[in-house]
C-alpha cells in the first residue's frame, strides 16, 4: 500500500521561504504525479501544482506561478514543494497527494504539514 | 474564489438521503469529469467519487455521483453520523489550466 509522509509543522517569518517534503513508501514512485494542495483555516481546497518524477517536469497553478518550486528526489521516493516570499497569508496545511493516472483524481494524501506565516 | 459553487451545508437525520449540488461551467464540469473528496474532522481529503459517478475500491455504495451539463451532485443515502464532514467537488479547468475545487459542504447529521 502507497502512503505518504510529510515533514513536521514550519514556522516562518513574512518573506522566507519553507520546503515541505513529502516520502512516498510502497508502490513505484517514479510512476507518480505528484501534486499539492493547500488549506488555509478554516478555508477550502486550494491545487497549487503537479510533478512528474519520471519526466522531471512540473505544472503550476497561475497563482503560484514564480513562488513555487516543485521538484523530487527519486533515489529517495521524496517530492518537495518550496514556497518563497512568504506571507501571512499563506498560513495554511499543505499536502501532497499522489494522481492516480487510471482514476484520473488524487487516491492517496499525506497527513499535512502546517507552516505558519507570522513576524 | 473557487469556480465550482458548492451550498455552505446540508444536513439530515440517519438514514436519510443528502444531495450536494456542484455548480460550475463549459471550461471545467461541462468538459471534464467530476471528482468528490470528503474530509472528516481533523483529516486529510479522502477520494470518494472519480470520473464523475466511479466510486474507488472501499467507498460505500450509499455515495453516488453524477452530473448533468456544467453541474453536478453527490448524494449519501442513509446517511450515517460518521458521515458529518466537509465534501468538495473538484474538476480540471481548461481556462485556467487547474484543477479546482469546488467551495465545500458541511454535511451535518441531525
Known amino acids: 500500500q502507497v502512503q505518504l509522509v510529510q515533514s513536521g509543522a514550519e514556522v516562518k517569518k513574512p518573506g522566507s521561504s519553507v520546503k515541505v517534503s513529502c516520502k512516498a513508501s510502497?508502490?513505484?514512485?517514479?510512476?507518480?504525479?505528484i501534486s499539492w494542495v493547500r488549506q488555509a483555516p478554516g478555508q477550502g481546497l486550494e491545487w497549487m501544482g503537479s510533478?512528474?518524477?519520471?519526466?522531471?517536469?512540473?505544472k503550476y497553478a497561475q497563482k503560484f506561478q514564480g513562488r513555487v518550486t516543485l521538484t523530487a528526489d527519486k533515489s529517495t521516493s521524496t517530492a518537495y514543494m518550496e514556497l518563497s516570499s512568504l506571507r501571512s497569508e499563506d498560513t495554511a496545511v499543505y499536502s501532497c497527494?499522489?494522481?492516480?493516472?487510471?482514476?484520473?483524481?488524487?487516491?492517496?494524501w499525506g497527513p499535512g504539514t502546517m507552516v505558519t506565516v507570522s513576524s | 474564489q473557487s469556480v465550482l459553487t458548492q451550498p455552505p451545508s446540508a444536513s439530515g437525520t440517519p438514514g436519510q438521503r443528502v444531495t450536494i449540488s456542484c455548480s460550475g461551467s463549459?471550461?471545467?464540469?461541462?468538459?471534464?469529469?467530476v471528482d468528490w473528496y470528503q474530509q472528516l474532522p481533523g483529516t486529510a481529503p479522502k477520494l470518494l467519487i472519480f470520473?464523475?459517478?466511479q466510486r474507488p475500491s472501499g467507498v460505500p455504495d450509499r455515495f453516488s455521483g453524477s452530473k448533468s451539463g456544467t453541474s453536478a451532485s453527490l448524494a449519501i443515502s442513509g446517511l450515517q453520523s460518521e458521515d458529518e464532514g466537509d465534501y468538495y467537488c473538484?474538476?480540471?479547468?481548461?481556462?485556467?489550466?487547474?484543477?479546482?475545487f469546488g467551495t465545500g459542504t458541511k454535511v451535518t447529521v441531525l
Open positions: 497527494a499522489r494522481h492516480d493516472t487510471g482514476m484520473d483524481a488524487f487516491d492517496i
Open positions: 510502497g508502490g513505484t514512485f517514479s510512476t507518480y504525479t
Open positions: 510533478f512528474i518524477p519520471l519526466l522531471d517536469i512540473a
Open positions: 463549459s471550461s471545467n464540469i461541462g468538459s471534464n469529469a
Open positions: 470520473g464523475n459517478n
Open positions: 473538484a474538476a480540471w479547468d481548461d481556462s485556467l489550466n487547474a484543477y479546482v
